[in-house]
């Protein structure tokens, strides 16, 4: 089966084609990088980067089947900060009209997720500096909600 063929079955994810469901995943993991990289610190982003992902795994069933993608996730790459950025939105924002159109059922469980992957990572090491409020706010509107 080739990359952009939809898998036909009964998960929300296999209503997906291998790169849609890249995208949702990344999309995941892009946001979460987005608030961790707000307030810069190496054992920050130890801490914050453990609790992200435990936010992911603790996933409904529903919404991690959509995070089941191939491959690394693909980091957005760009000549500045606010380039990666602007890409990570943008993905966040492709990854919902993906869930609407495809696993409408799963969509504001999505969201769910990812605004408390973003909470946790925001929470995970000392408080919610400014910058990863006005980076989760960036992702609350990627997301639509």
Known sequence: MDENTPHTGTTASEA????????????????????????????????????????????PDGVKDLFKAGGFPTPPTGSSKEEVNGKILAEITSAMGIIRAKAPAEADAYKQVILSACDAVANADDGVAPEEQAAIDQVRAALGA
Do not use: H, P, Y
Request: no cysteine.
């Open 16 to 59: 997906l084609t291998d790169d849609e469901r890249s995208t949702v995943r990344d999309a995941a993991l892009g946001a979460i990088a987005l608030v961790s990289k707000a307030d810069a610190g190496f054992f920050a982003m130890l801490k914050e980067s453990m609790a992200g992902s435990r936010a992911l795994q603790d996933a």
